[in-house]
């Protein structure tokens, strides 16, 4: 791990005893939409989800699942789970929890009349069944390792209140904080849930998230106190400001993001692996980590380093090595021995990082011999080329967290959405990634997704720069209890107090 | 003079429905739309994007949504923000009075710099005459949000003890929240005061000339009564009707100079809507905006009109 995050922030945990009590304001840079986590499609949704309702299973502070709102689950086979819940938690709206809840949650995921964004990946539930009032049987169509990722993963895995309604503005949920107050654009306050079910959490009586909608208002907001956490997209701003404010703790995180290059791979010339090979071969990848990310990052594969089996950023990768003469020589072989001209590269004008990257990169190619123009894009309409497959060339958009390796995978499935807007079209690939997908084995499927990650590297279906934790999680040290979570969500509010 | 007012109202009317049709066919036309910007770099099912654009209405026929929304505005709805399901104009009205007063603000800076200067090189002429028509040359040359990024840096370098992104409610802290206010102000009032200066510049020279100026020197006025009581008068109405035409400029200005100064307006609120396809925003804004500015010019005729009796025909 590059990063490493202290039990504690600050180190002082030992020393210090929780007190109870006290608000927490965060500085968020973007407004919820929608706040019933099964219709929601929103990412900026997601972290205030993960406070108010809570799921069978969650991550731990270094990626592990454990359970939450379940005791305990077992496996009779391959195909079935059997979770045993926990008694006497009851819903913010005081209805109790039981395992009717869960069945009415996944029930509503699985029927398409929903569109729920989540039914995809839990697509394999055959059936879900209440044992009794406190177990829950879920029945699998294939053996499916991401199950319990996605499970753990709020909102993804978020249980609802059967039979309440307007979730999306009213939520309702089983988490440490009820839902008190949302004005837009300026105010989220939540407060303490009384019944929560860990004993004594949450330590805050309130968390009130105050919206900034750029970086450096959020940053001078942090400096000035107005909030007392936030998370920051550049690592350089994190890096300075916790060098001028030493009281200002800085924990990245596990690297969770990845900044790829979509090739469109429809047409000339990138049908041609050897001009997609060129290209990966006249990129130097530690320079981009060097000078874009002031080194708080990685080199990356197609999946990053906090999933099973994901890159560590060092380990050999095929056409990873910088070479540009080598470059040159495929591209000559391809036909174009006097270098070629790849025209529009998109990238997201309002994420100075990947302008940044491209820049560097536009430079490096062109060593090689190879040319692209630089097309920074509103992210609205630069979204729509991605999902339709109608960029010309090359583009960017990074690649986020997802609570499973196999979702990312499913963005180079044959004749999926994306697959087909890239133009892929690989059986043997698809392949893969299934066997990966149903490998129960954590290490067996780890190695699998390793050479998965070789493969694409291999024929170049998308070229990985690198990866980085999404945000740059930054507070005062008067915030105590909290930890980063790769996630990407707070889930640690719940522990967090404060010590003034 | 009834009349007039009257068929200026009428007209008025036809405008803002004309814009409204523009803007709604235009905020439709731009690539890319809430579903999608709201999904993000997310894999989303197709089908799930479907069922967003089906719950919000911009899967049907642009002409029957036009319609639709006309119907609703017509009746004083304009519809629900996408992003927060909240009607729109109970979002709008609090930062319209933000935007407002900003743009009043901008507007007193713009008009004292403006009405100084003018005055001051049309009088003084020779060297003073010079350096403001300079000044104003450079002024008009650089953009407002360059300006207001400008103060951004210079007072974040050199003067760190004053808070800039620091927006106090008027009601938490009046006198924070104007101070507040000064230097986007200020950024937003600098290209309209040179064109109030030129203006008046230009006014006062003229009147300067006319017999009745001179009249009243040669009865042996005090300078001071003649500036004011003579001059300034008749120089102002020309200076009132530029300053009137000037508010769609310091409305369009409020979008760029709220977004750098993170000020919680009606300009930062059109920037957000637009990057986020939040139709019915973007709609109510410049339906609003363009009313604000048609009416400012209606009354501006009107005045006008009131002033000088040889408009009222």
Not at chain 1, 423 to 447: H, Q, T, Y
């Amino acid at each position: 791990m590059l990063f490493s995050a202290p039990a504690f922030a600050a180190g002082d945990g030992e020393r210090a005893t929780p007190v109870a009590g006290g608000m927490l304001t965060i500085g968020a840079d973007a407004d919820p939409i929608g706040l019933d986590p099964t219709t929601v499609t929103a990412f900026s949704s997601s972290d205030f989800l993960a406070l108010i309702y809570t799921g069978l299973l969650r991550w731990n502070a270094g990626m592990g699942i454990e359970p939450d709102l379940a005791v305990s689950y077992e496996m009779p086979d391959e195909k079935t789970y059997i979770f045993k819940l926990r008694e006497g938690v009851k819903f913010h709206n005081g209805q109790d929890f039981t395992a009717e809840d869960v069945k009415y949650t996944f029930d509503r995921i699985l029927d398409p009349a929903t569109a729920s964004k989540l039914r995809a990946q839990y697509s394999s539930i055959s059936a879900v069944t209440v044992v009794d009032p406190f177990t829950v049987k879920f029945e699998l169509e294939a053996p499916n390792a991401a199950f319990l990722n996605y499970l753990a993963t709020a909102p993804d895995g978020a249980i609802v209140p059967k039979g309440v309604e307007d979730l999306a503005t009213k939520p309702v949920g089983t988490g440490p904080f009820v839902f008190e107050s949302y004005q837009p654009n300026q105010q989220f306050t939540l407060t303490a849930n009384p019944d929560y079910y860990e004993e004594g959490l949450p330590y805050l009586s309130k968390v009130v998230f105050r919206f900034y909608k750029d970086q450096s208002t959020l940053s001078s907001a942090l400096r000035s106190k107005a909030i007392d956490m936030t998370w920051l997209k550049d690592p350089k701003v994190a890096a300075l400001m916790t060098r001028t404010s030493p009281q200002l703790v800085s924990a990245p995180g596990q690297t969770s993001r990845t900044f790829p290059i979509w090739l469109n791979m429809k047409a000339k010339p990138f049908d041609d692996i050897r001009v997609r090979r060129a290209l990966s071969l006249a990129t130097d990848r530690e320079a981009c980590v060097q000078t874009v990310l002031g080194g708080s990052g990685k080199v990356g594969a197609m999946i990053p380093e906090s999933q099973v089996g994901g890159y560590d950023g060092v380990g050999e990768m095929p056409y990873y090595r910088h070479d540009p003469e080598a470059a040159k020589k495929l591209l000559a072989e391809a036909g174009y021995p006097d270098g070629i001209d790849l025209g529009d590269y998109i990238v997201v004008a309002a994420n100075p990082l990947d302008v940044a990257c491209a820049q560097i990169l536009q430079q490096q190619w062109q060593a090689a011999g190879i040319t692209v123009k630089l097309m920074p894009m509103e992210t609205a309409p630069l979204l729509n080329q991605w999902s339709t497959g109608t960029w010309p060339t090359l583009l960017s958009v990074a690649l986020s967290w997802t609570p499973d390796a196999d979702a990312i995978f499913q963005y180079l499935v044959s004749d999926s959405k994306f697959g087909k807007a890239i133009g892929v079209s690989d059986e043997k690939l698809d392949a893969m990634i299934a066997a990966a997908r149903s490998e129960v084995d954590a290490a067996a499927r780890a190695a699998r997704n390793m050479e998965i990650q070789r493969y694409i590297a291999d024929n170049v279906y998308i070229m990985q720069v690198y990866q980085y934790p999404l945000r740059w999680e930054i507070w005062w040290d008067s915030v105590k209890g909290y930890e980063p979570l790769a996630a990407n969500i707070r889930s640690f509010v719940r522990t967090t107090w404060r010590d003034e | 003079m009834k009349r007039m007012i009257l068929a200026r109202l009428v007209w008025t009317a036809a405008i803002l429905l004309g814009v409204s049709f523009v803007a709604f066919m235009l905020v439709r036309a731009l690539p890319g739309d809430f579903a999608q910007a709201a999904a993000g770099a997310q894999n989303v099912a197709p089908e799930v994007l479907e069922a967003a654009r089906r719950d919000l209405g911009i899967d049907r026929p642009l002409l029957e949504q036009y319609l639709i929304w006309l119907g609703q505005a017509a009746r004083g709805d304009f519809g629900n923000s996408f992003v927060t399901r909240q009607p729109v104009l109970g979002e709008l009205l609090p930062r319209f009075i933000v935007t407002f007063q900003l743009t009043l603000i901008a507007g007193i800076i713009a008009m004292a710099m403006g009405v100084a200067t003018g005055l001051a090189s049309a009088r003084l002429r020779g060297r003073a005459d010079w350096i403001v028509r300079i000044y104003n040359g450079c002024i008009l040359a650089v953009p407002n949000f360059i300006v207001a990024t400008l103060i951004v840096l210079i007072v974040g370098l050199y003067f760190p003890q004053i808070a800039i992104f620091n927006y106090t409610p008027f009601f938490t802290d009046p006198l924070a929240n104007v101070s507040g206010l000064l230097l986007p102000a200020l950024s937003l009032a600098l290209a309209v005061s040179v064109t109030i200066s030129e203006n008046t510049r230009a006014a006062v020279l003229e009147v300067s000339g006319q017999d009745f100026v001179m009249v009243a020197r040669a009865k042996g006025l005090l300078p001071r009564t003649v500036l004011t009581n003579y001059l300034m008068r008749n120089a102002m109405t020309p200076i009132v009707t530029v300053t009137g035409l000037q508010v769609a400029t310091l409305l369009g200005g409020s979008i760029l100079v709220e977004t750098i100064f993170a000020i919680p307006g009606m300009g930062q609120y059109l920037f957000d809507s637009i990057t986020g396809r939040d139709y019915p925003v973007i709609q109510a804004i410049v339906l609003l905006a363009s009313a604000v500015v048609v009416l400012v010019n209606m009354l501006v005729d009107i005045a006008y009109a009131r002033i000088d009796a040889r408009a009222q025909t």
